[in-house]
């Protein structure tokens, strides 16, 4: 027994003792216990036997975090797949544009990526054609007010030119000019600030976003940037309101790529709540060609509301059902009466609607104000006088029938 022990020991110093001098330490030598608790009852081995040992069936897997890796890679196949189908569609429609232009059809010579988005969302073929042809108009008029600018600043050249070569040729001076304009843009701003504080309110309101289409919606824009103009330069300007303009939404993005810098130095209170949130109820009109309330007077201390819409389709209604189911007072400029109306709707532009206001403010006259009506909807004006004699005469026939 003693020499079975013997020769057990003499085996395991010669086979394991040149390893642990090969490590450096005696520690690998023997198998240690876990220093944490796990779930299945197994011995972990020295970091030495781990090298040369593959890993054991009893290993824990991280079944959670597994799951995380394999949604997260689900993810990112979704995102590219949608991002390359979008990109395909994108191109699917540039080639469709390509064709058309090759087919002789009236397109744009350049088109940009939102261009190309809008152009998608067409739903019907003739709509994409009616798109196409907007933006190679749109175009066209571009490039000759470009190449107008161009012409004016070469005449101007050979003007200035040929006055400094004749001794008798007097040039302007351009000084005087410039120094009138910066001053009575400082006066017009400085009238403008005064009305944001004591001036009469004129709300637009900007809930139509959804009812118009990019084109309608870039023409109510170049509108409402015409009434703000108006407004500057006027004697006693409103304090405007752009109430219902969403950060960040259509109105807003179009708003800050043609004002650039200028549009958060605009004198105009923009806010994303609604009138009814800002104003009394009570103090609110809300002005409607729908409406079935004719405006008698111009009231000085009401409220108008002009609803910022351009509906190349005329939408009836829209504007009257918006105010009814706020419990609004409504009212409708009173254009039959004083103007000779041929077909069609009586809808005016925005920029025509606060000139008309405007007029009203300061005069009073009817007359006057319609006068920005275009002549084109109208024949003539009515004689006021005779006007009202015949409605005296028809009410005193009801009144004795």
């Not at 798109?131 to 003007?159: F, G």
């Not at 405007?240 to 605009?266: I, M, Q, S, T």
């Not at 254009?335 to 025509?352: H, I, M, S």
Request: hydrophobic letters at 35%; aromatic letters at 10%.
């Amino acid at each position: 027994m003693k020499f079975l022990n013997m020769v057990l020991r003499s085996i395991v110093k010669h086979s394991v003792f040149p390893f642990a001098m090969q490590n450096g330490t005696k520690k690998y030598l023997f198998l240690r216990a876990p220093q944490r608790s796990f779930p299945c009852r197994t011995l972990i081995l020295s970091p030495a036997l781990k090298k040369q040992i593959s890993s054991s069936p009893t290993e824990k897997l991280d079944l959670d975090g597994w799951k995380n890796v394999m949604r997260s890679g689900m993810q990112e196949e979704v995102s590219g797949t949608s991002e390359s189908e979008e990109d395909s569609i994108l191109a699917a429609t540039r080639e469709l544009v390509e064709m058309w232009r090759l087919a002789g059809k009236t397109v744009p010579e350049n088109i940009s990526e939102e261009d190309l988005k809008t152009l998608m969302e067409c739903s019907t073929k003739s709509s994409k054609k009616k798109y196409l042809k907007y933006l190679y108009i749109k175009e066209k008029v571009k490039k000759a007010s470009k190449i107008k600018h161009e012409k004016q600043k070469e005449a101007k050249k050979e003007r200035l030119e040929k006055a400094k070569e004749n001794d008798t040729g007097e040039l302007k001076n351009t000084f005087l000019l410039q120094l009138w304009s910066k001053s009575m843009d400082k006066m017009y701003n400085w009238r403008t600030a005064q009305a944001m504080i004591f001036g009469q309110p004129l709300v637009f309101d900007m809930a139509y976003e959804n009812y118009m289409s990019r084109r309608e919606m870039e023409n109510t824009v170049n509108q409402l940037m015409e009434t703000e103009g108006w407004n500057r330069r006027a004697i006693d300007p409103f304090h405007l309101h752009f109430c219902n303009l969403k950060v960040d939404g259509p109105y807003h993005k179009e708003f800050a790529k043609r004002y650039g810098k200028a549009w958060n130095n605009l004198l105009v209170t923009v806010t994303e709540q609604s009138h009814t949130d800002v104003f009394p109820k009570d103090k609110l009109i809300y002005l409607t060609a729908d409406s079935p309330n004719v405006m008698k007077t111009f009231e000085h201390d009401k409220i108008y509301i002009v609803g910022s819409m351009v509906d190349r389709k005329i939408q009836t209604g829209i504007s009257l059902a918006h105010a009814k189911r706020l419990k609004l007072t409504t009212e409708r400029l009173p254009l039959e009466r004083y103007l000779k109306w041929e077909t069609g709707a009586k809808n005016l532009t925005l920029d025509q609607m606060i000139r008309i206001l405007l007029t009203l403010k300061d005069t009073g006259d009817w007359m006057e104000a319609l006068k920005f009506v275009p002549k084109r909807k109208y024949e003539a004006f009515v004689d006021t006088s005779l006007y009202s004699k015949h409605k005296t005469d028809t009410g005193r026939r009801t009144k004795v029938f």
